[in-house]
């Protein structure tokens, strides 16, 4: 009989486990973060997660996945191997705006040098934004950087333009949010999970 309840018990905790571990998502808004995800064949992290609101207006939910937990900026911005900045947009957005947005963060947290250096890959960042129309309310935004590669920028799973290469291009992203001056120090602390 000790055996039935010890067997029925541990039947119990093993579904209870499972049941948690598929639940594995953090929910920011409407937008579901998965725990992990892969990049470049490695397993990343869910580092943390929030939502940009501009004035009153929730504009996109942003997950930071990186191959180990951090909390600190710098070293976050210094982690090796792959890395991901998911954004899942909350609102119609016009793609010129928001590489607008993207190009007036990278300028806030980078050096002129830092930037003279940056700038054509910048400028290919910006047209390839405004040949995109429109960033549309639930699409999925994804910016990657793949190891030996660059940064792979997609929409819905579709590359927005050719791999950017320079790991220095893909920390200049990742400053517009974990930068000395982030778009919004309230996200910054959320996407470093200090909440």
Known sequence: MNRTRFAAAALAACLAFTATSALAVREVGSAKFEDTQSVAGQNLVLNGAGMRVKMIIKVYAVALYLPR?????????NQPGPKRIQLVMMRDVPADKLGESLVDGITANTTPAERGALQSRIDELEKAMVALGEARKGSVIQLDYVPATGTRI????????????????????????LGDKPADGDLRARLLGVE
């Open 154 to 177: 997609t929409l819905a799973g579709k590359p927005v333009m050719r791999d950017v290469p320079g790991e220095d291009f893909f920390k200049a992203l990742l400053k517009i949010w």
């Open 69 to 77: 937990k951090e909390a600190n900026a710098v070293a976050a911005l």
